[in-house]
């Protein structure tokens, strides 16, 4: 069984992001980049599958300029196989992205896709349902718990507002990642170095075929205003009023 899990890389979760003194997009010029937390989980999943045996070949694709590469590279050395990058310096829709994995989906014919469900930068959560929707996939998204059955169906416990969903699924199928599905394992220097021997092919949106020209324009980005300082008060009738005069009561 082949597993294919898409990534991507974003500005890690420790840095405090700064928006550009032009207010055109997010500062990211020598900023810590990283896999996508939920991505790395998909990893995590992917990798788990193949030491139980399920999985015999772990394939992770990522989108974006030639740096990707340095996270194609930690997934391969978290246990994935091989990677393929398609380079863009196109800032991407989630539909985009849809299509570019549609195209890898046809390729490469994986039993089971893996993505994270969200991306901490854009927080979307798009990209997994537009994928499924193109392939015709059965879907499973917010996973908690993944149990594959042979090569013929795979059963994903979800989180869902009211607590937890069962779903079982005929593979193949695509599953989006929660945080509790796992936790990412540490990884070892000699895992580095056996990654840097590992294949990457390399492609464009243009070699695919595929159209990425996209409708939304970013205008502009705006830092969170700042908080006001707090007001302390002495006794409970002063809070009460601060509330009264606030328009809070």
Same mark, same amino acid.
């Given at each position: 069984?082949?597993?294919?899990v898409a990534i991507? @890389?974003?500005?890690?979760y420790?840095?405090?992001?700064?928006?550009k003194? $032009?207010?055109?997009?997010? $500062?990211?010029?020598?900023?810590?980049?990283? /896999?996508?937390?939920? %991505?790395? /989980?998909?990893?995590?999943?992917?990798?788990r599958?193949?030491?139980?045996?399920?999985v015999?070949?772990i394939?992770v694709v990522? /989108?974006g300029e030639?740096?990707?590469q340095?996270?194609?590279?930690?997934?391969?050395a978290m246990g994935?196989?091989?990677?393929?990058?398609? *380079?863009?310096?196109?800032?991407l829709?989630?539909?985009?992205?849809?299509k570019l994995?549609?195209k890898?989906v046809s390729?490469e014919?994986p *039993?089971?896709? /893996?993505?994270?469900?969200?991306?901490i930068d854009?927080d979307?959560?798009?990209?997994?349902?537009?994928?499924?929707?193109? %392939? $015709?996939y059965?879907?499973?998204?917010?996973?908690?718990k993944?149990?594959?059955?042979?090569?013929?169906?795979?059963?994903v416990? @979800?989180?869902v507002?009211?607590?937890?969903?069962?779903l079982s699924m005929?593979? =193949?199928?695509?599953?989006?990642? $929660?945080? @509790?599905?796992?936790t990412? @394992?540490?990884?070892k220097?000699?895992?580095?170095?056996?990654a840097?021997?590992?294949?990457?092919?390399k492609t464009? =949106? *243009?070699?695919?075929?595929?159209?990425?020209d996209s409708?939304i324009?970013?205008l502009?980005? *705006? =830092?969170?205003?700042?908080?006001s300082?707090?007001?302390l008060?002495g006794s409970?009738?002063?809070?009460?009023e601060c509330?009264r005069?606030?328009?809070v009561?």
């Open positions: 069984m082949k597993a294919l991507k @890389r974003v500005v890690d420790n840095v405090r992001v700064r928006v003194s $032009d207010h055109s997009d997010v $500062d990211i010029s020598n900023a810590k980049m990283s /896999i996508n937390p939920f %991505c790395e /989980i998909a990893v995590e999943e992917a990798v599958l193949k030491e139980q045996g399920i015999s070949e394939v990522s /989108i030639a740096e990707v340095e996270q194609i590279r930690a997934a391969l994935a196989d091989r990677g393929i990058l398609i *380079e863009t310096s196109e800032n829709t989630s539909l985009s992205v849809a994995l549609t890898v390729n014919e *039993e089971i896709i /893996i993505l994270g469900k969200q991306a854009s979307n959560n798009q990209t997994c349902q537009m994928l499924a929707a193109l %392939c $015709d059965p879907q499973a998204t917010f996973a908690s993944v149990t594959v059955n042979g090569n013929s169906s795979v059963v416990e @979800r989180e507002d009211g607590g937890l969903q069962t005929t593979l =193949p199928a695509i599953i989006s990642t $929660d945080l @509790r599905l796992n990412p @394992r540490f990884v220097l000699p895992d580095v170095m056996k840097k021997k590992k294949p990457i092919t464009t =949106p *243009e070699e695919m075929g595929i159209n990425i409708n324009t970013l502009g980005v *705006e =830092p969170p205003s700042e908080r300082p707090g007001i008060v409970v009738d002063e809070l009460l509330l005069t606030q328009s009561l």
